[in-house]
T-cell receptor, first 112, second 116 residues
């Protein structure tokens, strides 16, 4: 079963615009991670945010985490055509588990 | 070390046949995970190992599925008596334990299984 849910399911923007994807989850977590997947390929880790953190940055990526609302957002600034991919949030439950549970993803299309 | 390797990349098999996939993780990673992904969905957890010990297996995984990680290095995932519903991308990932800052899982490119 998938505990995270991304919103929107699909997003289409022009190059240079910002892209925002949201993720909601159901239970307490140790951390939340975002991954990117190009068509037919494996997933690539983008960023990890721990439950005691509220915001992290990595290059053009900004991730926020609101544990009271059980939600996270991924912002890609100044998007490029090469950012076209599916983006997944994945949560690691608190309480000793150590496996990631993935959402269904947001499919991002960036048009030149 | 060039990352996580999976073999084969593609497998087409007839319903009822057995198939086996192999995963070679990053050598210093002691955790290895198997996921299954169908079109338009996120990866679904199947099982994971710490070294050679299989620590958890999804209750969604039928008895036709078995995984091993002898000597805590490479892993194999076998599906017996394949069914059309087994058609999917099978992804392997590895990681350190516990997770270090900025680290996540390193995924292989996956094995795409088609059952005809």
């Amino acid at each position: 079963s998938q505990q995270g849910e991304e919103d929107p399911q699909a997003l289409s923007i022009q190059e240079g615009e910002n892209a925002t994807m949201n993720c909601s989850y159901k239970t307490s977590i140790n951390n939340l991670q975002w991954y990117r997947q190009n068509s037919g390929r494996g997933l690539v880790h983008l960023i990890l945010i721990r439950s005691n953190e509220r915001e992290k940055h990595s290059g053009r990526l900004r991730v926020t985490l609101d544990t009271s609302k059980k939600s996270s957002s991924l912002l890609i600034t100044a998007s490029r055509a090469a950012d076209t991919a599916s983006y997944f949030c994945a949560t690691m439950f608190s309480g000793g588990y150590n496996k990631l549970i993935f959402g269904a993803g947001t499919r991002l299309a960036v048009h030149p | 070390d060039t990352g996580v390797s999976q073999d084969p990349r593609h497998k087409i098999t007839k319903r009822g046949q057995n198939v086996t996939f192999r995963c070679d993780p990053i050598s210093e990673h002691n955790r290895l995970y198997w996921y299954r992904q169908t079109l338009g969905q996120g990866p679904e957890f199947l099982t994971y190992f710490q070294n050679e010990a299989q620590l958890e297996k999804s209750r969604l995984l039928s008895d036709r599925f078995s995984a091993e990680r002898p000597k805590g290095s490479f892993s194999t995932l076998e599906i017996q008596r394949t069914e059309q519903g087994d058609s999917a991308m099978y992804l392997c990932a590895s990681s350190l334990s516990p997770l270090e800052e900025r680290d996540g899982y390193t995924f292989g490119s996956g094995t795409r299984l088609t059952v005809v």
